[in-house]
DNA sequence: CAACAACAGGCATGATTGTGCACCTTCACG
DNA sequence: CGTGAAGGTGCACAATCATGCCTGTTGTTG
Protein backbone atom coordinates (compact mmCIF):
# COMPACT_ATOMS: atom_id res chain seq x y z
CA UNK A 1 0.00 0.00 0.00
CA UNK A 2 0.73 3.78 -0.55
CA UNK A 3 0.04 4.66 2.73
CA UNK A 4 2.41 1.97 3.71
CA UNK A 5 5.28 3.22 2.20
CA UNK A 6 4.71 6.62 3.31
CA UNK A 7 4.70 5.69 6.87
CA UNK A 8 7.78 4.31 6.68
CA UNK A 9 9.69 6.75 5.29
CA UNK A 10 12.42 7.70 7.17
CA UNK A 11 11.23 10.53 9.19
CA UNK A 12 14.93 12.30 9.93
CA UNK A 13 12.93 15.15 11.67
CA UNK A 14 14.22 17.37 14.16
CA UNK A 15 12.15 20.45 13.87
CA UNK A 16 8.64 20.56 15.18
CA UNK A 17 7.22 22.73 12.18
CA UNK A 18 8.14 19.19 10.32
CA UNK A 19 6.59 16.84 12.48
CA UNK A 20 3.38 19.17 12.50
CA UNK A 21 3.59 19.36 8.78
CA UNK A 22 4.25 15.25 8.80
CA UNK A 23 1.01 14.90 10.95
CA UNK A 24 -0.94 17.29 8.86
CA UNK A 25 -0.38 15.50 6.26
CA UNK A 26 -1.45 12.43 7.50
CA UNK A 27 -4.18 13.51 8.89
CA UNK A 28 -5.27 14.82 5.50
CA UNK A 29 -4.66 11.40 3.91
CA UNK A 30 -6.60 9.33 6.54
CA UNK A 31 -8.52 11.18 8.41
CA UNK A 32 -6.83 10.13 12.07
CA UNK A 33 -3.35 9.63 13.65
CA UNK A 34 -2.56 7.23 16.85
CA UNK A 35 -0.49 9.16 19.01
CA UNK A 36 1.28 6.51 19.82
CA UNK A 37 1.96 5.25 16.08
CA UNK A 38 2.97 8.83 15.64
CA UNK A 39 5.77 8.61 18.29
CA UNK A 40 7.15 5.69 17.36
CA UNK A 41 7.67 6.54 13.34
CA UNK A 42 8.50 9.74 14.55
CA UNK A 43 11.17 8.55 17.36
CA UNK A 44 9.62 10.81 19.87
CA UNK A 45 7.73 10.64 22.95
CA UNK A 46 4.18 10.40 22.99
CA UNK A 47 4.43 13.42 25.05
CA UNK A 48 5.75 15.19 22.19
CA UNK A 49 2.96 14.04 19.69
CA UNK A 50 0.41 15.14 22.17
CA UNK A 51 2.01 18.14 22.38
CA UNK A 52 2.24 18.82 18.90
CA UNK A 53 -1.60 17.33 19.09
CA UNK A 54 -3.11 19.45 21.67
CA UNK A 55 -1.62 22.36 19.35
CA UNK A 56 -3.34 21.29 16.22
CA UNK A 57 -6.46 21.10 17.90
CA UNK A 58 -5.49 24.45 19.26
CA UNK A 59 -5.79 26.07 15.71
CA UNK A 60 -8.54 23.76 14.67
CA UNK A 61 -6.87 21.85 12.07
CA UNK A 62 -8.00 18.16 13.72
CA UNK A 63 -10.14 17.28 16.98
CA UNK A 64 -8.44 15.79 20.06
CA UNK A 65 -9.79 12.25 20.79
CA UNK A 66 -8.95 9.23 23.24
CA UNK A 67 -5.80 7.46 21.28
CA UNK A 68 -5.23 10.18 18.61
CA UNK A 69 -6.72 12.88 16.98
CA UNK A 70 -9.14 13.08 13.91
CA UNK A 71 -9.20 15.45 11.36
CA UNK A 72 -11.47 18.39 11.62
CA UNK A 73 -12.06 18.94 7.55
CA UNK A 74 -15.41 20.61 7.21
CA UNK A 75 -15.93 18.62 4.28
CA UNK A 76 -15.56 15.43 6.45
CA UNK A 77 -19.20 14.68 7.67
CA UNK A 78 -21.66 15.11 5.38
CA UNK A 79 -25.06 16.86 6.43
CA UNK A 80 -26.70 14.01 7.48
CA UNK A 81 -23.49 13.13 10.10
CA UNK A 82 -23.09 16.73 11.25
CA UNK A 83 -26.97 17.03 11.86
CA UNK A 84 -26.44 14.64 14.79
CA UNK A 85 -23.18 16.47 16.15
CA UNK A 86 -24.32 18.83 19.64
CA UNK A 87 -27.55 18.51 19.05
CA UNK A 88 -28.85 19.80 22.78
CA UNK A 89 -26.63 22.97 22.18
CA UNK A 90 -27.82 23.23 18.88
CA UNK A 91 -31.11 23.41 20.65
CA UNK A 92 -30.78 25.56 22.73
CA UNK A 93 -29.33 28.51 20.55
CA UNK A 94 -32.67 27.87 18.55
CA UNK A 95 -34.45 28.29 21.22
CA UNK A 96 -33.12 31.61 22.28
CA UNK A 97 -32.75 32.99 18.19
CA UNK A 98 -36.39 32.09 17.74
CA UNK A 99 -37.15 35.06 20.27
CA UNK A 100 -36.23 37.38 17.13
CA UNK A 101 -39.61 36.49 15.33
CA UNK A 102 -42.41 38.87 15.34
CA UNK A 103 -45.67 37.14 14.13
CA UNK A 104 -46.47 38.07 10.03
CA UNK A 105 -42.62 38.39 9.26
CA UNK A 106 -41.54 36.93 6.15
CA UNK A 107 -38.22 34.71 7.38
CA UNK A 108 -35.64 32.91 5.52
CA UNK A 109 -34.00 29.66 6.88
CA UNK A 110 -30.37 29.07 5.11
CA UNK A 111 -29.23 25.67 5.38
CA UNK A 112 -27.43 24.28 8.12
CA UNK A 113 -27.66 21.90 10.73
CA UNK A 114 -27.97 24.46 13.29
CA UNK A 115 -30.72 26.26 11.20
CA UNK A 116 -32.62 23.13 11.33
CA UNK A 117 -33.14 23.06 14.97
CA UNK A 118 -34.50 27.61 14.73
CA UNK A 119 -36.82 25.25 12.34
CA UNK A 120 -38.33 22.77 15.37
CA UNK A 121 -37.79 25.79 17.54
CA UNK A 122 -40.34 28.09 15.51
CA UNK A 123 -43.28 29.25 17.76
CA UNK A 124 -46.47 28.61 16.65
CA UNK A 125 -47.08 31.93 14.91
CA UNK A 126 -48.23 32.98 11.43
CA UNK A 127 -44.82 33.31 9.68
CA UNK A 128 -43.90 33.01 5.78
CA UNK A 129 -40.72 30.77 5.71
CA UNK A 130 -39.03 30.15 2.71
CA UNK A 131 -35.83 28.16 2.71
CA UNK A 132 -33.51 26.14 0.09
CA UNK A 133 -32.91 22.81 2.70
CA UNK A 134 -34.61 20.11 1.80
CA UNK A 135 -34.46 18.86 5.50
CA UNK A 136 -35.43 22.13 6.72
CA UNK A 137 -38.60 22.23 4.62
CA UNK A 138 -39.00 18.78 6.10
CA UNK A 139 -39.24 19.57 9.08
CA UNK A 140 -41.73 22.14 8.18
CA UNK A 141 -43.72 20.33 6.53
CA UNK A 142 -47.24 19.76 8.38
CA UNK A 143 -46.66 22.71 10.34
CA UNK A 144 -49.87 24.09 8.44
CA UNK A 145 -50.05 27.61 9.89
CA UNK A 146 -46.57 28.78 8.01
CA UNK A 147 -46.66 29.79 4.59
CA UNK A 148 -43.66 27.65 3.33
CA UNK A 149 -41.63 28.58 0.25
CA UNK A 150 -39.53 26.09 -1.12
CA UNK A 151 -36.52 27.31 -2.73
CA UNK A 152 -35.90 24.51 -6.34
CA UNK A 153 -33.16 23.70 -8.01
CA UNK A 154 -30.30 21.33 -7.80
CA UNK A 155 -29.85 19.74 -4.45
CA UNK A 156 -26.25 19.58 -3.36
CA UNK A 157 -25.70 16.51 -1.12
CA UNK A 158 -22.55 18.27 1.27
CA UNK A 159 -25.04 21.35 2.37
CA UNK A 160 -28.39 19.21 2.62
CA UNK A 161 -30.33 22.16 0.09
CA UNK A 162 -30.23 23.47 -3.30
CA UNK A 163 -27.05 25.60 -4.71
CA UNK A 164 -26.90 27.32 -7.71
CA UNK A 165 -28.06 29.80 -10.58
CA UNK A 166 -31.56 28.72 -10.32
CA UNK A 167 -32.08 29.31 -6.42
CA UNK A 168 -29.85 32.31 -6.68
CA UNK A 169 -32.14 33.78 -8.90
CA UNK A 170 -35.46 32.71 -7.30
CA UNK A 171 -33.98 34.45 -4.00
CA UNK A 172 -33.42 37.78 -5.88
CA UNK A 173 -37.52 38.19 -6.11
CA UNK A 174 -37.54 37.73 -1.97
CA UNK A 175 -37.03 40.74 0.43
CA UNK A 176 -37.28 38.52 3.66
CA UNK A 177 -37.46 40.40 7.28
CA UNK A 178 -35.35 38.44 8.56
CA UNK A 179 -32.63 35.87 7.66
CA UNK A 180 -31.15 32.89 9.98
CA UNK A 181 -27.68 32.65 8.10
CA UNK A 182 -26.12 28.87 7.77
CA UNK A 183 -22.14 29.28 8.21
CA UNK A 184 -18.74 27.29 8.83
CA UNK A 185 -17.03 30.04 10.43
CA UNK A 186 -17.08 33.33 11.85
CA UNK A 187 -13.92 35.74 13.05
CA UNK A 188 -14.48 39.00 13.68
CA UNK A 189 -11.64 40.37 11.32
CA UNK A 190 -12.44 37.64 8.56
CA UNK A 191 -16.27 37.55 8.88
CA UNK A 192 -18.66 34.96 7.91
CA UNK A 193 -17.17 32.31 5.55
CA UNK A 194 -17.65 28.56 4.56
CA UNK A 195 -15.85 25.75 2.91
CA UNK A 196 -18.07 25.47 -0.50
CA UNK A 197 -17.59 28.44 -3.27
CA UNK A 198 -20.62 27.50 -4.35
CA UNK A 199 -22.37 27.99 -1.22
CA UNK A 200 -20.29 31.30 -0.57
CA UNK A 201 -22.11 32.74 -3.77
CA UNK A 202 -25.68 31.71 -3.07
CA UNK A 203 -25.39 33.10 0.48
CA UNK A 204 -23.97 36.37 -0.99
CA UNK A 205 -26.92 36.94 -2.74
CA UNK A 206 -29.17 36.20 0.13
CA UNK A 207 -27.52 39.03 2.34
CA UNK A 208 -27.85 40.88 -0.24
CA UNK A 209 -31.99 40.31 -0.28
CA UNK A 210 -32.15 40.16 3.48
CA UNK A 211 -33.22 43.20 5.76
CA UNK A 212 -31.65 41.69 8.78
CA UNK A 213 -29.15 38.85 9.11
CA UNK A 214 -29.21 36.62 12.33
CA UNK A 215 -26.24 34.52 13.32
CA UNK A 216 -26.45 31.56 15.72
CA UNK A 217 -23.30 30.17 15.99
CA UNK A 218 -21.87 27.40 18.17
CA UNK A 219 -18.66 27.82 20.00
CA UNK A 220 -16.27 25.35 18.03
CA UNK A 221 -17.03 27.72 15.04
CA UNK A 222 -16.03 31.22 17.12
CA UNK A 223 -12.98 32.75 15.51
CA UNK A 224 -12.04 30.26 12.58
CA UNK A 225 -11.48 31.08 9.19
CA UNK A 226 -13.06 29.14 6.08
CA UNK A 227 -11.60 29.45 2.58
CA UNK A 228 -14.84 31.61 1.05
CA UNK A 229 -16.03 34.44 2.21
CA UNK A 230 -19.89 35.29 2.64
CA UNK A 231 -20.14 38.30 4.72
CA UNK A 232 -18.72 40.97 6.70
CA UNK A 233 -19.06 41.48 10.68
CA UNK A 234 -20.89 44.79 9.88
CA UNK A 235 -23.65 42.76 7.76
CA UNK A 236 -25.28 40.75 11.02
CA UNK A 237 -27.53 42.44 12.53
CA UNK A 238 -27.53 39.87 15.71
CA UNK A 239 -24.80 37.38 16.54
CA UNK A 240 -26.78 34.37 18.87
CA UNK A 241 -24.05 32.36 21.23
CA UNK A 242 -23.46 29.99 23.68
CA UNK A 243 -23.44 31.27 27.01
CA UNK A 244 -20.56 29.14 27.73
CA UNK A 245 -18.03 30.70 25.13
CA UNK A 246 -14.89 31.29 25.46
CA UNK A 247 -14.58 34.43 27.50
CA UNK A 248 -11.90 36.16 25.67
CA UNK A 249 -13.76 36.02 22.00
CA UNK A 250 -16.68 36.76 24.07
CA UNK A 251 -14.65 40.02 24.99
CA UNK A 252 -13.08 40.32 21.74
CA UNK A 253 -16.86 40.52 19.75
CA UNK A 254 -18.12 42.69 22.67
CA UNK A 255 -15.50 45.34 21.80
CA UNK A 256 -16.03 44.54 17.99
CA UNK A 257 -19.81 46.16 18.73
CA UNK A 258 -21.58 43.26 16.96
CA UNK A 259 -24.88 43.03 18.63
CA UNK A 260 -24.83 39.94 21.12
CA UNK A 261 -27.81 37.75 21.75
CA UNK A 262 -26.49 34.95 24.37
CA UNK A 263 -28.11 31.92 24.96
CA UNK A 264 -29.68 30.01 27.85
CA UNK A 265 -27.65 27.85 29.90
CA UNK B 1 -23.42 -8.20 -1.51
CA UNK B 2 -21.55 -4.70 -0.82
CA UNK B 3 -22.90 -4.87 2.73
CA UNK B 4 -21.32 -7.96 3.24
CA UNK B 5 -18.19 -6.75 1.69
CA UNK B 6 -17.57 -3.80 4.01
CA UNK B 7 -19.09 -5.95 7.12
CA UNK B 8 -16.03 -8.05 6.94
CA UNK B 9 -13.91 -5.77 6.60
CA UNK B 10 -10.77 -5.78 8.76
CA UNK B 11 -11.77 -2.94 11.53
CA UNK B 12 -8.56 -1.86 12.58
CA UNK B 13 -9.96 -0.23 14.94
CA UNK B 14 -7.92 1.37 17.63
CA UNK B 15 -9.89 4.58 18.84
CA UNK B 16 -13.22 4.44 20.44
CA UNK B 17 -14.21 7.66 17.79
CA UNK B 18 -13.39 4.92 14.55
CA UNK B 19 -15.96 2.44 16.40
CA UNK B 20 -18.88 5.34 16.98
CA UNK B 21 -18.10 6.45 13.15
CA UNK B 22 -18.46 2.98 11.88
CA UNK B 23 -21.74 2.47 13.93
CA UNK B 24 -23.23 5.65 12.23
CA UNK B 25 -22.02 4.32 9.37
CA UNK B 26 -23.26 1.31 9.66
CA UNK B 27 -26.63 2.77 10.74
CA UNK B 28 -27.11 4.93 7.91
CA UNK B 29 -26.70 2.04 5.32
CA UNK B 30 -28.71 -0.28 6.92
CA UNK B 31 -31.06 1.52 8.97
CA UNK B 32 -29.98 -0.82 12.07
CA UNK B 33 -27.28 -2.69 14.02
CA UNK B 34 -27.40 -5.46 16.32
CA UNK B 35 -24.99 -5.73 19.07
CA UNK B 36 -23.70 -8.71 19.15
CA UNK B 37 -23.06 -8.42 15.72
CA UNK B 38 -21.13 -5.35 16.05
CA UNK B 39 -19.31 -6.58 19.34
CA UNK B 40 -17.95 -9.38 17.13
CA UNK B 41 -16.47 -7.64 14.27
CA UNK B 42 -15.31 -4.75 15.86
CA UNK B 43 -13.54 -7.24 18.42
CA UNK B 44 -14.94 -5.61 21.32
CA UNK B 45 -17.04 -6.96 24.31
CA UNK B 46 -20.88 -6.40 23.65
CA UNK B 47 -20.76 -4.27 26.84
CA UNK B 48 -18.66 -1.27 25.20
CA UNK B 49 -20.88 -1.79 21.85
CA UNK B 50 -23.72 -1.18 24.46
CA UNK B 51 -21.99 2.13 25.89
CA UNK B 52 -21.26 2.87 22.73
CA UNK B 53 -25.32 2.61 21.62
CA UNK B 54 -26.24 4.66 24.58
CA UNK B 55 -24.06 7.27 24.49
CA UNK B 56 -25.15 7.16 20.08
CA UNK B 57 -28.93 7.63 21.79
CA UNK B 58 -27.98 9.79 23.87
CA UNK B 59 -26.91 12.42 20.98
CA UNK B 60 -29.75 11.47 19.04
CA UNK B 61 -28.23 9.56 16.61
CA UNK B 62 -30.21 6.39 16.91
CA UNK B 63 -32.62 4.91 18.95
CA UNK B 64 -32.11 1.63 21.45
CA UNK B 65 -34.12 -1.37 20.93
CA UNK B 66 -33.73 -4.63 22.67
CA UNK B 67 -30.75 -6.05 20.96
CA UNK B 68 -29.40 -3.17 18.95
CA UNK B 69 -30.10 -0.05 17.78
CA UNK B 70 -32.28 1.32 14.82
CA UNK B 71 -31.43 4.60 13.12
CA UNK B 72 -33.29 8.20 13.54
CA UNK B 73 -34.00 10.31 10.84
CA UNK B 74 -34.37 13.57 12.75
CA UNK B 75 -33.48 15.17 9.31
CA UNK B 76 -36.83 13.49 7.55
CA UNK B 77 -38.77 14.70 10.76
CA UNK B 78 -41.83 12.83 11.82
CA UNK B 79 -43.58 12.62 9.05
CA UNK B 80 -47.10 11.53 8.79
CA UNK B 81 -46.24 8.81 6.34
CA UNK B 82 -46.68 6.10 9.65
CA UNK B 83 -50.28 6.56 9.59
CA UNK B 84 -50.22 4.40 6.31
CA UNK B 85 -50.09 1.31 6.70
CA UNK B 86 -50.02 0.05 3.52
CA UNK B 87 -46.08 0.79 3.23
CA UNK B 88 -45.38 -3.09 2.51
CA UNK B 89 -47.94 -3.34 0.02
CA UNK B 90 -46.47 -0.11 -1.92
CA UNK B 91 -42.88 -1.00 -1.16
CA UNK B 92 -43.14 -4.77 -3.59
CA UNK B 93 -45.21 -2.46 -6.11
CA UNK B 94 -42.16 0.07 -5.72
CA UNK B 95 -39.74 -2.90 -6.28
CA UNK B 96 -41.59 -3.88 -9.98
CA UNK B 97 -41.43 -0.06 -11.00
CA UNK B 98 -37.79 0.63 -10.51
CA UNK B 99 -36.93 -2.16 -12.93
CA UNK B 100 -38.45 0.40 -16.15
CA UNK B 101 -35.46 2.59 -15.01
CA UNK B 102 -32.48 2.53 -17.20
CA UNK B 103 -29.16 4.07 -16.27
CA UNK B 104 -28.79 7.63 -17.40
CA UNK B 105 -32.52 8.42 -17.52
CA UNK B 106 -34.28 11.43 -16.43
CA UNK B 107 -37.13 10.52 -14.32
CA UNK B 108 -39.99 12.48 -12.72
CA UNK B 109 -40.95 11.82 -9.02
CA UNK B 110 -44.44 13.13 -8.28
CA UNK B 111 -45.75 13.73 -5.27
CA UNK B 112 -47.69 10.80 -2.97
CA UNK B 113 -46.85 8.40 -1.00
CA UNK B 114 -46.65 5.58 -3.26
CA UNK B 115 -43.82 7.33 -4.88
CA UNK B 116 -42.14 7.56 -1.70
CA UNK B 117 -41.68 4.20 -1.70
CA UNK B 118 -40.23 4.34 -5.10
CA UNK B 119 -37.55 6.82 -4.36
CA UNK B 120 -36.35 4.66 -1.82
CA UNK B 121 -36.16 1.87 -3.96
CA UNK B 122 -34.43 3.14 -6.54
CA UNK B 123 -31.45 1.47 -7.58
CA UNK B 124 -28.03 2.58 -7.44
CA UNK B 125 -27.63 3.79 -10.97
CA UNK B 126 -26.55 6.95 -12.37
CA UNK B 127 -30.05 9.09 -12.47
CA UNK B 128 -31.66 12.12 -12.92
CA UNK B 129 -34.32 12.80 -10.60
CA UNK B 130 -36.94 15.94 -10.60
CA UNK B 131 -39.80 16.27 -7.78
CA UNK B 132 -41.30 19.05 -6.36
CA UNK B 133 -42.63 16.24 -3.28
CA UNK B 134 -40.60 17.42 0.19
CA UNK B 135 -40.53 14.26 1.75
CA UNK B 136 -39.05 12.58 -1.49
CA UNK B 137 -36.67 14.88 -2.11
CA UNK B 138 -35.63 13.90 1.99
CA UNK B 139 -35.08 10.45 0.45
CA UNK B 140 -33.17 11.06 -1.76
CA UNK B 141 -30.64 13.46 0.14
CA UNK B 142 -27.44 11.76 0.73
CA UNK B 143 -28.16 9.29 -2.46
CA UNK B 144 -25.04 11.25 -3.84
CA UNK B 145 -25.22 9.15 -6.94
CA UNK B 146 -28.31 10.71 -8.38
CA UNK B 147 -28.67 14.32 -9.05
CA UNK B 148 -31.63 15.85 -7.67
CA UNK B 149 -33.51 18.53 -9.10
CA UNK B 150 -36.21 20.06 -6.84
CA UNK B 151 -38.79 21.94 -7.99
CA UNK B 152 -39.09 25.02 -5.80
CA UNK B 153 -42.15 27.26 -4.83
CA UNK B 154 -44.99 26.62 -2.42
CA UNK B 155 -45.50 24.24 -0.19
CA UNK B 156 -48.89 22.52 -0.07
CA UNK B 157 -49.36 20.69 3.57
CA UNK B 158 -51.69 18.36 2.32
CA UNK B 159 -49.75 16.93 -0.43
CA UNK B 160 -46.03 17.51 0.87
CA UNK B 161 -44.65 18.91 -2.09
CA UNK B 162 -44.77 22.13 -3.78
CA UNK B 163 -48.15 23.53 -5.87
CA UNK B 164 -49.03 26.35 -8.00
CA UNK B 165 -47.46 28.46 -10.72
CA UNK B 166 -44.21 28.81 -9.41
CA UNK B 167 -43.57 24.94 -10.02
CA UNK B 168 -45.74 24.56 -13.03
CA UNK B 169 -43.52 27.23 -15.19
CA UNK B 170 -40.61 25.22 -13.53
CA UNK B 171 -41.39 22.25 -14.73
CA UNK B 172 -42.45 23.61 -18.40
CA UNK B 173 -38.39 23.59 -18.81
CA UNK B 174 -38.12 19.83 -18.33
CA UNK B 175 -38.54 16.79 -20.50
CA UNK B 176 -38.18 13.68 -18.28
CA UNK B 177 -37.79 9.79 -19.79
CA UNK B 178 -40.19 9.25 -17.57
CA UNK B 179 -42.64 10.02 -14.84
CA UNK B 180 -43.79 8.40 -11.87
CA UNK B 181 -47.31 10.20 -11.52
CA UNK B 182 -48.93 10.16 -8.38
CA UNK B 183 -52.84 9.88 -8.40
CA UNK B 184 -55.60 9.32 -5.87
CA UNK B 185 -58.02 7.61 -8.41
CA UNK B 186 -58.29 5.29 -11.17
CA UNK B 187 -60.54 4.35 -13.77
CA UNK B 188 -61.10 2.84 -17.45
CA UNK B 189 -63.29 4.93 -18.40
CA UNK B 190 -62.87 8.32 -16.36
CA UNK B 191 -58.97 8.35 -16.17
CA UNK B 192 -56.58 9.09 -13.67
CA UNK B 193 -57.95 11.81 -10.70
CA UNK B 194 -57.04 13.90 -7.69
CA UNK B 195 -58.89 15.78 -5.07
CA UNK B 196 -57.54 19.26 -5.60
CA UNK B 197 -57.54 21.21 -8.34
CA UNK B 198 -54.53 22.92 -7.86
CA UNK B 199 -52.30 19.86 -7.61
CA UNK B 200 -54.75 18.23 -10.90
CA UNK B 201 -53.20 21.75 -12.63
CA UNK B 202 -49.56 20.79 -11.75
CA UNK B 203 -50.28 17.06 -12.91
CA UNK B 204 -51.91 17.57 -16.45
CA UNK B 205 -48.93 20.04 -17.01
CA UNK B 206 -46.73 17.30 -15.97
CA UNK B 207 -48.26 14.93 -18.04
CA UNK B 208 -47.52 16.98 -21.27
CA UNK B 209 -43.75 17.44 -20.52
CA UNK B 210 -42.72 13.56 -19.78
CA UNK B 211 -42.29 11.04 -22.60
CA UNK B 212 -43.62 8.56 -20.79
CA UNK B 213 -46.02 8.33 -17.71
CA UNK B 214 -45.77 4.78 -15.44
CA UNK B 215 -48.72 5.20 -13.03
CA UNK B 216 -48.22 2.16 -9.48
CA UNK B 217 -51.35 2.30 -8.19
CA UNK B 218 -52.94 0.01 -4.73
CA UNK B 219 -55.52 -2.17 -4.97
CA UNK B 220 -58.02 0.59 -3.07
CA UNK B 221 -57.62 3.28 -5.91
CA UNK B 222 -58.48 1.06 -8.81
CA UNK B 223 -62.09 1.74 -10.23
CA UNK B 224 -62.56 4.94 -8.36
CA UNK B 225 -62.84 8.81 -9.05
CA UNK B 226 -61.72 12.63 -7.90
CA UNK B 227 -63.33 15.85 -8.46
CA UNK B 228 -60.26 16.83 -10.99
CA UNK B 229 -59.30 14.95 -13.86
CA UNK B 230 -55.84 14.29 -14.68
CA UNK B 231 -54.66 12.73 -17.85
CA UNK B 232 -56.66 9.84 -19.33
CA UNK B 233 -55.84 6.17 -19.83
CA UNK B 234 -54.24 6.04 -23.35
CA UNK B 235 -51.84 8.96 -21.71
CA UNK B 236 -50.45 5.70 -19.23
CA UNK B 237 -47.24 4.41 -20.58
CA UNK B 238 -47.43 1.74 -18.04
CA UNK B 239 -49.50 0.60 -15.18
CA UNK B 240 -47.85 -1.10 -12.50
CA UNK B 241 -51.08 -2.61 -9.83
CA UNK B 242 -50.90 -5.52 -7.25
CA UNK B 243 -50.72 -9.03 -7.55
CA UNK B 244 -53.87 -9.92 -5.56
CA UNK B 245 -56.08 -7.00 -7.82
CA UNK B 246 -59.32 -7.62 -8.08
CA UNK B 247 -59.70 -9.86 -11.00
CA UNK B 248 -62.90 -8.21 -12.66
CA UNK B 249 -61.10 -5.00 -12.41
CA UNK B 250 -57.83 -6.39 -13.88
CA UNK B 251 -59.59 -7.97 -16.80
CA UNK B 252 -61.36 -5.00 -17.97
CA UNK B 253 -58.36 -3.55 -17.92
CA UNK B 254 -56.27 -6.02 -19.95
CA UNK B 255 -59.65 -5.66 -22.22
CA UNK B 256 -58.70 -1.70 -22.22
CA UNK B 257 -55.78 -2.03 -24.07
CA UNK B 258 -53.41 -0.13 -20.98
CA UNK B 259 -49.89 -1.57 -21.04
CA UNK B 260 -49.78 -3.63 -17.50
CA UNK B 261 -47.18 -4.64 -15.18
CA UNK B 262 -47.99 -6.62 -12.21
CA UNK B 263 -45.89 -6.87 -9.14
CA UNK B 264 -43.89 -9.45 -7.58
CA UNK B 265 -46.55 -11.05 -4.73
C1' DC C 1 -45.12 -18.94 34.18
C1' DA C 2 -40.27 -20.45 33.34
C1' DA C 3 -36.04 -20.16 30.79
C1' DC C 4 -33.12 -17.28 28.54
C1' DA C 5 -31.08 -13.23 26.43
C1' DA C 6 -30.19 -8.49 26.93
C1' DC C 7 -29.72 -4.69 29.87
C1' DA C 8 -27.85 -1.00 33.34
C1' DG C 9 -24.86 -0.06 36.96
C1' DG C 10 -20.82 -0.90 39.91
C1' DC C 11 -16.04 -2.08 40.19
C1' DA C 12 -11.15 -3.19 39.15
C1' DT C 13 -7.56 -2.66 35.79
C1' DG C 14 -4.78 -1.00 32.30
C1' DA C 15 -4.14 2.68 28.93
C1' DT C 16 -4.16 7.56 27.95
C1' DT C 17 -3.72 12.28 29.25
C1' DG C 18 -2.32 16.78 31.37
C1' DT C 19 0.99 18.99 34.28
C1' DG C 20 5.02 20.10 36.76
C1' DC C 21 9.89 19.62 36.66
C1' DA C 22 14.65 18.77 35.23
C1' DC C 23 17.74 18.59 31.34
C1' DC C 24 19.34 19.86 26.89
C1' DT C 25 20.17 22.80 22.76
C1' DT C 26 20.10 27.21 20.57
C1' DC C 27 20.92 31.89 20.32
C1' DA C 28 21.46 36.62 21.49
C1' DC C 29 24.21 39.68 24.22
C1' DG C 30 27.84 41.56 27.02
C1' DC D 1 34.29 33.41 25.11
C1' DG D 2 31.10 33.15 28.93
C1' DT D 3 26.34 33.57 30.24
C1' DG D 4 21.63 33.71 30.72
C1' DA D 5 17.10 33.49 28.54
C1' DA D 6 13.97 30.79 25.71
C1' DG D 7 12.12 26.95 23.89
C1' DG D 8 11.94 21.90 23.07
C1' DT D 9 12.11 17.26 25.15
C1' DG D 10 11.64 13.38 28.25
C1' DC D 11 10.24 11.67 32.83
C1' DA D 12 7.30 11.16 37.01
C1' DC D 13 2.91 11.49 38.93
C1' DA D 14 -1.91 12.08 39.57
C1' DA D 15 -6.29 12.29 37.24
C1' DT D 16 -9.18 10.73 33.71
C1' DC D 17 -10.87 7.49 30.43
C1' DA D 18 -12.02 3.06 28.26
C1' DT D 19 -12.78 -1.61 28.90
C1' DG D 20 -14.15 -6.14 30.57
C1' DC D 21 -16.22 -8.66 34.23
C1' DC D 22 -19.71 -9.20 37.67
C1' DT D 23 -24.46 -8.73 39.69
C1' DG D 24 -29.03 -7.89 39.85
C1' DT D 25 -32.88 -6.40 36.88
C1' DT D 26 -35.73 -6.14 32.84
C1' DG D 27 -37.62 -7.69 28.58
C1' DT D 28 -38.59 -11.55 25.34
C1' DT D 29 -39.99 -16.09 23.98
C1' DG D 30 -42.02 -20.46 24.23
Given at each position: ?????????????????????????????????????????????????????????????????????????????????????????????????VRLL?????????????????????????????????????ALFG??????????????????GTLG?????????????????????????????????????????????????????????????????????????????????????????????????????
Amino acid sequence: MSTEARKERPPAIALPSDRHQYIRQRLQQEGRVLAAELAQTLGVSEDSIRRDLRELAATGICQRVYGGAIAMTPNTGSFIERSHENVARKARLAATAVRLLQPGQFVFLDAGTTNLEIARALPDMPLTVATNSIPIAAALFGRSQFEVLVIGGRMDHRVGGTLGSIPTLAVQDMRPDLCFLGTCSVDIELGVGTTLAEEAAFKRVLVGQCNQIVLAVTNEKLGTASPFAVAGMRDIGRLVIEADAEPHKLASLQHSGVPLLIADQ
